[in-house]
């Protein structure tokens, strides 16, 4: 048994830290100090929970609220464009995500996109103003959650609790353990937010400030 605690704790010094950058850039001229209302309208691409998009979306709405920003929460949107029928898959596209922004009556909206949501994480983020479809502001990260070792790990330590929950069918618990663990050590969501947000602060850096 001490043998493999040792094993974890080799495993453990084994695990990848999560890593990520981002950048961004803004359109010349342009005065963003008439900017005051933003409308996070959604979160696209490789991420599909519901709870993990207003987790996403709330991380850019206190990066958005640090610039002076007035942003309209995800959730709220959602609901408006879900009374005027407006369908979430539309909002691919810089035009219509602009039309979204007018049902919503707010000047500018903000899109995030994640075409990549495993190991490794993609995403990009954009200002749109609603009266002409330009993009005022775009910002892109990427991040390594260092998912595979995290589920090694998961799945080591799962079968040694198994193995300890009855001597006499050990075989079989330290399986079961072993299956728990790495489901457990696949579940990413404390890491994976953290390095999210990291990133969500990266890109949005250089976003200019409304005041």
């Known amino acids: 048994m001490k043998i493999a605690f040792l094993s974890i704790l080799t495993l453990t010094s084994l695990i990848l830290v999560g890593c990520s950058q981002g950048e961004s850039y803004a359109q ?5 100090t008439q900017v005051e209302k933003v409308a996070v309208i959604d ?20 990066e958005l609220l640090k610039k002076g ?6 959730q709220q949107v959602q609901a408006l464009l879900n009374e005027q029928d407006f369908q979430a898959s539309a909002l691919t596209s810089t035009e219509n995500a602009a039309q979204a922004g007018k049902l919503l009556n ?18 990009t983020a ?14 892109s990260g990427t991040g390594n959650t260092g998912k595979t070792a ?6 080591v330590g799962g079968a040694i609790a198994g193995a300890q929950m009855s001597d006499s069918h050990s075989g079989a618990a330290g399986v079961a353990g072993g299956i728990l663990g790495g489901v457990a050590g696949n579940v990413l969501a404390p890491q994976a937010a953290q390095l999210i947000r990291d990133m969500t602060g990266k890109i949005c850096k250089t976003l200019p400030k409304r005041m």
């Open 69 to 74: 920003y007035a942003p309209v929460e995800r």
């Open 28 to 32: 010349v001229g342009y005065d963003f």
């Open 106 to 123: 707010v000047p500018v909206v903000f899109i995030i996109n994640i075409p990549n949501y495993d190991e490794e994480i993609n995403m």
């Open 43 to 62: 979160v696209v691409g490789a991420v599909k929970n519901e709870g993990v998009k207003n987790q996403i979306s709330d991380f850019f709405v206190m």
């Open 126 to 139: 954009k200002m749109i103003d609603v009266e002409d479809g330009t993009i005022l502001w775009m910002g």
């Open 150 to 155: 995290a589920t090694i790990l998961g799945a």
